[in-house]
């Protein structure tokens, strides 16, 4: 039998043993959540708790269908009129047979419908079960000819439009999975499970799947323009904390400086030379063991006075910290007895190999749960013993996917659930006990660095890169779709390696080029920061370093060009300030796709190698061998002034810009003022 009830402000229908419910949740926005069976409250998810927003229920006179509960025709011929849930600017449709269909509240403009997966069965949500009340979930809805579809995390195929995309739901190196979607329909779309699965998003329908967990569950929000959904996003998911202003300078790294020496004696050259840094980092192996999260003292003498000095020269220590702990650590045994590692359904607590300093042979080190709140109180404490207390709050979080060798999610246990239902939730957690520690110390002016994320990341304060990606001109083409869909996903502090991170030979002038053009890029990237395994190689393991990745590594020409970005981003530090604010305060990205200020633009929807900072500059890259001019497409509703010579253009057309080795095209909105030139 087939029937409509109200309960507890939201609208339920159930029949053949499913229940359906549809909740207002936040402005313009419902959750949706479907099972066999009762709802669950206990499933981790994106998801803030339940605003106190109401919506008006109609559910219309006798509600149940004879001929749905006798299972006879197909759905579509079941008769009645459809309940409908409204919540401001959405409304939601739910036929007698269970189909929903999300529309416009103005105009009824249908933005989202759910399709059957067949005429007679299944229908739009598929519940097939895997055993022990578990099922592998599929939520069906239509495609649309005309859609552009955004987000999604970031992916290295240089795609800003996902459409047409089967993306996998898995937590990878360079793949940061977040189920969230904005469509140019007017709608954005969060699939509110960490488990592991799939979105398709194909021509003939959109399907999401989880292969094992207990409910189907999204949000879905309607906006008049893709800052609207993006603001109801931050609002449901959680905002930024304020980024502090230190972060907005430059940030230097490599793989790796070895010992508080030679870390020392890049930051004083910087300062020699007259050069800006915000940041310098403390990369892997500058431990004794993994897991034991302090500096070895052979190679790092004395770090509170290595950071008294760093702090003398207005620069901040950021020091690595990954999940996996050796079992040589001093902490390996106190973790494995109180149950602090992620579980094996089969086999033991050992979860990859790593040539771990002291190690001969590689060891098969364990991760930590950071789902487990007695995890992330112990870890935090080491950290606070043998980093904080000396002055350190910048923490990068590297591996923590987490990089497991092999990744079977089925075979996991967390103390959230099966590794199949919840392990996508780990990059979140992981910054969570960073976020929170600080929290408790009261510091308010560190963050974390994160190689991956989920839904709600960003509320930990967490800064994400794009991985271990390459070192070529490809490669940095799609780095800007990648970064635009994580700012779209709700990530709004975002960067990458500057030079990719797998080799690039300092001497080779053909390496020096994409490292020039990409250094271009960074300085106008939220975060600005140069990082990578340069050639000459070294084995893994404790006396591994990369190549020389300093800004006067590269040959003189490069430097002089290299030297001059420095600058130019120390002078546009107040308006990225500005825009970080912005992010934290109300969801929308630094970092920005062209259809975010100009969504009357057609054209503007399809640009993938330009973007713009903020709502006033536009920055695009030169992402091909030897160039020295590019084409820009400047969007209609403004004009547009070169940031370097002052001239003029037209918008709603594309330009041919010029951009010889030393110059990134910029353009400035209207009247918009920045100090770019020198």
Not at 428 to 456: K, Q, V, Y
């Amino acid at each position: 039998m087939n029937t409509f009830r109200e309960s507890d402000g939201g609208l339920e229908w159930s029949a053949h043993h499913e229940t359906l419910r549809i909740e207002p949740w936040g402005p313009d926005a419902v959750r949706v959540r479907a099972a066999m069976g009762p709802l669950r409250d206990d499933i981790p998810g994106a998801l803030l708790d339940r605003p106190a927003d109401k919506a008006v229920i109609e559910i219309p006179d006798g509600s149940e269908s004879p001929t749905a509960a006798a299972g006879l025709g197909a759905p579509d011929a079941v008769a009645g009129a459809p309940a409908r849930l409204v919540n401001g600017a959405l409304t939601v449709e739910v036929s007698p047979n269970g189909l929903l269909r999300f529309l416009r509240t103005a105009d009824g403009g249908e933005l989202l419908a759910e399709r059957p997966a067949h005429f007679w069965w299944p229908g739009p949500r598929v519940h097939t079960a895997t055993g022990n009340g578990y099922h592998r979930l599929e939520q069906h809805f239509a495609a649309y000819d005309d859609e552009r579809l955004y987000g999604l995390g970031q992916h290295q195929h240089g795609l800003l439009d996902q459409k047409g995309t089967v993306t996998d739901l898995v937590q990878r190196n360079s793949e940061v999975s977040i189920p969230f979607t904005l469509s140019s329909r007017g709608y954005g779309l969060l699939w509110n499970s960490p488990a592991v699965g799939r979105v398709e998003l194909a021509v003939t329908g959109t399907r999401w799947v989880a292969d094992s967990a207990r409910q189907i569950d999204y949000w879905i929000t309607a906006g008049d323009t893709p800052a609207d959904i993006l603001r109801r996003y931050a609002d449901a998911t959680g905002h930024a904390p304020a980024f502090p202003d230190w972060a907005t300078g430059y940030w230097q790294c490599k793989l790796r400086y070895r010992t508080q020496e030679e870390l020392l004696e890049v930051a004083r050259e910087h300062k020699r030379r007259g050069l800006p840094m915000s940041v310098i980092v403390t990369d892997f192996f500058h431990w004794t063991h993994l897991g034991d999260w302090k500096f070895d003292l052979t190679e790092w003498p004395d770090p509170a006075a290595m950071v008294r000095e760093l702090d003398e020269l207005g620069i901040k220590l950021m020091v690595s910290v990954w999940p996996s702990v050796n079992p040589l650590s001093e902490n390996y045994d106190t973790m494995l007895r109180e149950g602090m590692f992620i579980g094996n359904e089969a086999g033991g607590p050992a979860h990859a190999p790593w040539m771990d300093k002291g190690s001969r042979v590689q060891a098969l080190v364990s991760f930590y749960d950071p789902t487990n709140p007695a995890t992330r109180d112990f870890v935090w404490e080491k950290v606070r013993e043998n980093y904080q207390s000396i002055g350190i709050n910048l923490w990068w979080l590297d591996a923590c996917e987490p990089e497991l060798r092999p990744n079977h999610p089925a075979n996991l246990r967390y103390h959230a659930g099966p590794g199949q239902e919840v392990t996508n939730l780990y990059p979140r957690e992981n910054a969570r006990i960073f976020h929170e520690g600080m929290a408790a110390s009261g510091n308010t002016d560190g963050l974390s660095f994160s190689r991956s994320a989920w839904a709600g990341s960003q509320r930990y304060g967490t800064a994400v890169w794009s991985g271990d990606i390459g070192t070529d001109f490809p490669t940095l083409r799609s780095q800007i779709a990648a970064g635009l869909n994580m700012g779209l996903s709700g990530i709004p502090w975002w960067t990458t390696d500057i030079g990719g991170f797998h080799g690039g030979d300092p001497d080779d002038p053909a390496y020096r080029e994409v490292l020039v053009r990409w250094f271009q890029f960074g300085a106008f990237c939220p975060i600005f920061r140069l990082h990578g395994f340069r050639i000459p190689w070294m084995p893994l393991g404790g006396e591994m370093t990369g190549g020389p990745n300093e800004v006067w590594s590269f040959g003189e020409e490069a430097y002089q060009i290299l030297e001059r970005y420095l600058h130019l981003r120390e002078r546009i530090r107040p308006y990225v300030a500005e825009q970080m604010r912005i992010a934290s305060e109300e969801g929308l990205p630094a970092m920005r796709p062209l259809f975010l200020e100009f969504p009357d633009d057609e054209r503007s929807w399809t640009v993938a190698d330009a973007f713009l900072l903020g709502p006033d500059l536009l920055v695009a890259p030169v992402t091909e061998a030897g160039a020295t001019s590019r084409e820009v497409y400047l969007p209609a509703g403004a004009r547009w002034r070169c940031a370097w010579t002052g001239q003029e253009y037209a918008g709603g057309a594309t330009h041919t810009l010029d951009a010889p080795l030393d110059r990134i095209p910029l353009l400035l909105r209207d009247d918009a003022e920045l100090p770019i030139a020198d």
